[in-house]
Every structure is written in C-alpha cells, then in structure tokens.
C-alpha cells in the first residue's frame, strides 16, 4: 500500500514523495492542522515535496501526486468531477475529516429538500449549484486512508505522514472512545452522571476529550468499525430519553456516517421540518455508500 518510495541512482539525491493537499466543501480546519505541526513542519518540509497546498504556498501543481491529502466533502457538480480527476492523478489518496470521510455537518441537508435549504440559506440561490447531497468521498472515488475528526487530531496525522515518509503502514487505533476514558482513568459520564454520550460507538483518536470536561461525547469522529448503534440507542429509550433527543444527539459532524445515519433514521430523521412526502434521505450521487 505504501509504496512511496522509488529507487534512487547511485549519487543522487534522494527523490521525496510528491504530496498535495487539496480541499472540496470544507472549513479548511483539518488543513491548518497540518500547519499547525510547527515544531515537526520543516521535518515534514524535508522529507516530502509539497507541490499542492494552496492554504499555504502560491506554487500549483495539478498532479501527479504520490499522496494527496483530501478534505471536505462532495457538494456541487464541479467536485464530483473534480475528484475523480485527483484520484486519476494520485498513488495513495488519504482523505482527512468529518467532511471527506462523512460528509460532515453540510450532510444534515441529506434529509432535507434540497430547494428549501437553498431558499433559506441563500439570499439568491439561483446562483447556487449546489447538489442536493454532501456526501463523504469514498461514495465517489477508491479511499486508500482516512483520518477521523473534526477537525482531525494532529498526532494522527504526524502519525501517518511518518509513516509515508519511511513506507510502514500508519499505526491508526480503530476502537471506541470509551477505551481512551479507560486508559485516563476518567470517570464514565454515562453511568456516573447519566450524560448521553456516544463515546461507546465513536472512533478514538480525540483523547476523549469531552468526557475528560464531564460531557458526553458527540460522535465528531464518526462511528468505530462494528458500531452497536442499536444497542447504545436502546439504553437511551430505557433511561427514557425521547427518540427525538437521541436522534440530535447522533445529528452531528458525522450524521451520514452509515451506522450513525442508519440510527437517525430509525429514530425518525434529524431535528428540524421533515422532508416533503415521498422524499427519502438516500438522494444520494456516486452510488454505494459504504458506511
Ligand atoms: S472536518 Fe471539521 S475541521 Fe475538518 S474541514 Fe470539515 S468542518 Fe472543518
Ligand atoms: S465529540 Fe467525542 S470524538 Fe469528538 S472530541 Fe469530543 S469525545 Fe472526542
């Protein structure tokens, strides 16, 4: 997977992976984490040849890349295209954020009318060309690997750019938040203090931070792999909280991750007007969903 590295001649310098760095619909947070690695920024400098980051350097390059970094979600007509364009253009495509990896809070329109968001967010929409979803990237294109997070957490990223660097597959642990609150010796705030939290469905990689501050975990990581969704909404139902309460609770950065999505719907949608009879939430361009 990791095949960044080429053989170098004999006396020659050695050649860097070329990485990129590219946006879609996004707030740009997950990328100023990387500028925020400052005290390893000109490691990083040194051992990859930036040649795409517009949040950061004037120089372009439309590819080729051997990483590009992707962040934000598939929204409008051009990104659909684009995308694929990137992916054509990429060895490794790592996407990185709520927004690439779920869609991000810009999905929450996934269960709406597409026209009425319009109206109500934009003062003219006709020169809106919106779609009528955001969704994640690996509904458009191969994902080699992602990082969670809203934004992403930055030892995870120095994680797997060292890990590039020198060709090893990146250490990402895949298990719950909840083990994080264990190893911190910080008190459940599920059982002691009857939080709602979804620390017990959501991938570590914070430091659980919330419940480390006495509040609940809220997803923005999105679902672990084999999320028991069903039974952490089925706790909430007997600790009688009302479905509607639940559903916002899973109604965040990572709503139309799968097991999340899957969860709302059954709960009966998201907060806010339903959609128009008929609608359904699987409005849904570059076919399967995969999560
Ligand atoms: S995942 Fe969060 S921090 Fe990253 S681009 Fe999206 S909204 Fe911004
Ligand atoms: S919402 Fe959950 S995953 Fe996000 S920072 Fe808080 S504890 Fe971590």
Redesign the pocket.
Known sequence: MLATRTPTPRGAAPRRPRLGVVKFASCDGCQLTLLDLEDQLLDLVAAFDLVEFAEASSHRSSGPFDIVLVEGSISTPEQAEEIIRIRSQATLLVVIGACATAGGIQALRNWRDHEIVRRAVYADPAYVDALATSTPISDHVTVDAELR??PIDPQQLLELLTALAVGRRPQIPNEA?CLECKRQGTVCVLVARNEPC??PV??T???????AFARG?????GPREAANTGSLVAWFGRDGRPATETAALFSGFTAYARPFRSAIDDLGGPPGPAAPAGDTPSQEVGGDARR
């Open positions: 997070g809203c938040v979804l620390g959501t991938h990689g914070c430091g659980a931070i919330c419940p975990c809220y997803g923005c990581f």
